[in-house]
């Protein structure tokens, strides 16, 4: 194990006793959660089961010396164990899903794991790490950061930095990345916004965002470099229509060296949710994706374990998406979700129930069903159950 990663755990352990004493230091905030969950996959309900368990911490250090300068750190601790552990691991001694799980994200390699063996492992991520300056209408931040241009719930093309999956609903903070950002409020309504970040495979994306307020939307362009191969430009917006909710993304990437051809890629997203006056609330969404063949066959494992980026944000050409959400009470909601593309006829559908038992703690209970017509000798369905509580600090 490399020196610098002891040196960063130690760091960490030695400032959460400090942290939470928040009276006697208000420069210093701590928050974050500790989650157990369990899993259990199955293709038919009537035969075999594999169950897992994810024990899951999360801490968040903020600290503000100045009124214009604040430092921001935030940990994932997870241990994984159960039989998809188990399953994995190779006569080697090492472990496809740890390894999995220790894939980087960022330019610098802030994950790794611990007491890795064939039963379980335990994995710490640093996935917020930067430093935040604000002066006037100025605001500058370097460092692991999160950058969310997007507009639309389950699909960003505008989301050049920060791709994420739908299905990894347990990562409600998503991913970060390596980079500097400026943004420059021009007034109220609108802003300029300057990025550049460097990706795992040290390529560079840089771009630049104009956003303002028009006709009741706010509306987004942007342009840049994504990855070292494509210029990209894009725009997008959110506002009103019959009385709900209209946003939408599109962007379109071009190879930069060959720019005289006409072969690029396009993603349009398209949202639209509306609210009743009992809280009923239902949302829409379509994505179209042309840089991916309408022929594609389906796989489950494939398309819940894919790598998503602006430019590959889903398995399908065509695919729309639902949800319906109620809270039945103040402590209890229950919502389904479901996606479709005519490709292999892919069905997904998702029910979920949270029940909140206190102020800082709650139960949830998801399933997540995908179905083809694909054989399950090809994982063409099969369906993953979560029940997570979660206790908030």
Known sequence: MKLYRLI???????????AFSQESNPKLTVGGYLKYMQTTTFTDIREDWITDNLIHNRVDFAYYPKNYLSLNLSVRNRVFY???VQMLSLPSGNNL?????DNNTGFFDFTWNYFENNAFFFNTNIDRVYVDFQFADLAITTGRQRINWGQTFVWNPNDLFNAYNYFDF???EKPGTDAIRMQYYLNYASRLELAAAVNTDTSITAAVLYQFNKWQYDIQFISGLYRNDDVVVGTGWSGNL???????????FHPLENLSDTIGIALVALGYDYTFKNSLMLQFEYLFSSGIDSDTDFNMMAFYNQKLNAKNLGFFRHTIFGTLAYPINPLMSIAIAGMYSPTNNFTFIGPALTVSLSDNFELNLNVQTFLSNLPDNE?????????RGRWSF
């Open 8 to 18: 960063i755990c130690f760091v960490i352990v030695i400032i959460t006793f400090p």
């Open 82 to 84: 159960g039989q998809q």
């Open 97 to 101: 899903y740890a390894e999995m799980i």
């Open 170 to 172: 347990d990562y409600e």
């Open 242 to 252: 019959l009385k709900g909710a209209f946003r939408g993304e599109v962007s379109y």
């Open 379 to 387: 994982n063409g369905k099969g369906t993953y159950a979560f029940l």
